[in-house]
């Protein structure tokens, strides 16, 4: 069972703003241990899109914001595209197990 | 271009062992962290573990340390996923990552194209 919380499904029609949650706890996003979040489609690599909670790389769209409050974080998505339709997943890392782990993933689904 | 290149698909039998690689390039391969990365099909990622070539500082999840070794050659820029005793349960794509920042508690920028184990029983 993964440390890390997120809600099996989400979904949104195209162009709106759905919000994914990542909740942790005291030994990792709560510690203040960076937040980082990917778009993986089965079968193909994943793609980094949110780093260090907030951060985005290069060449991914300003509709992808990150944030974090308390023991938990969210992966926001505004102007929902067809092509966000993935798997999401957060990764942060857990002062206990001395290593990262992945929260287990969510399903964007765009109606 | 900075670039991760993981070895072929892989079909074994319980009890084999194996081993999969991860060749970098486009950069110095000793001053980045390598993390390995498994996906069970329909399943979730799931951390593996993690080294540094350029001293082989090595960190593991609990959940894979004593099945697992990893290991790196910075000569030849590659790092390595070695299974000594194969099970079933090991039948899943793994994935090479490098983080750009934060070492190994950072992000992976750059991902392997994937390499797919198939173990049978």
């Known amino acids: 069972q993964s440390v890390l919380t997120q809600p099996p499904s989400v979904s949104g029609a195209p162009g709106q703003r759905v919000t994914i949650s990542c909740t942790g706890s005291?030994?990792?996003?709560?510690?203040?241990?960076?937040v980082h979040w990917y778009q993986h489609l089965p079968g193909t690599a994943p793609k980094l899109v949110i780093y260090?909670?907030?951060k985005r790389p290069s060449g991914v769209p300003d509709r992808f914001s990150g944030s974090r409050s308390g023991s938990s974080a969210s992966l926001a998505i505004t102007g929902l595209r067809p092509e966000d339709e993935a798997d999401y997943y957060c990764?942060?890392?857990?002062?206990?197990?001395?290593?990262?782990?992945f929260g287990g993933g969510t399903k964007l689904t765009v109606l | 271009e900075v670039q991760l290149v993981q070895s072929g698909a892989e079909v074994k039998k319980a009890g084999e062992s194996l081993q999969i690689s991860c060749k970098g390039s486009?950069?110095?391969?000793?001053?980045?962290?390598i993390g390995w990365v498994r996906q069970v099909s329909g399943k979730g990622l799931e951390w593996i573990g993690i080294?540094?070539?350029?001293?082989?500082?090595?960190r593991y999840s609990p959940s894979f340390q004593g099945h697992v070794t990893i290991s790196a050659d910075k000569s030849i820029a590659s790092a390595y996923l070695q299974w000594n005793s194969l099970r079933a349960s090991d039948t899943a794509r793994y994935y090479c990552?490098?983080?750009?920042?934060?070492?190994?508690?950072?992000?992976?920028?750059?991902w392997g194209q994937g390499t797919v184990v198939t173990v049978s029983s």
């Open positions: 990552g490098r983080t750009d920042y934060g070492g190994n508690l950072g992000a992976f920028h750059t």
């Open positions: 990764q942060s890392y857990d002062i206990s197990l001395s290593g990262s782990l």
């Open positions: 080294i540094y070539p350029g001293d082989s500082d090595i």
């Open positions: 005291g030994s990792n996003i709560g510690a203040g241990y960076d």
């Open positions: 260090d909670k907030m």
């Open positions: 486009g950069y110095d391969f000793s001053k980045y962290w």
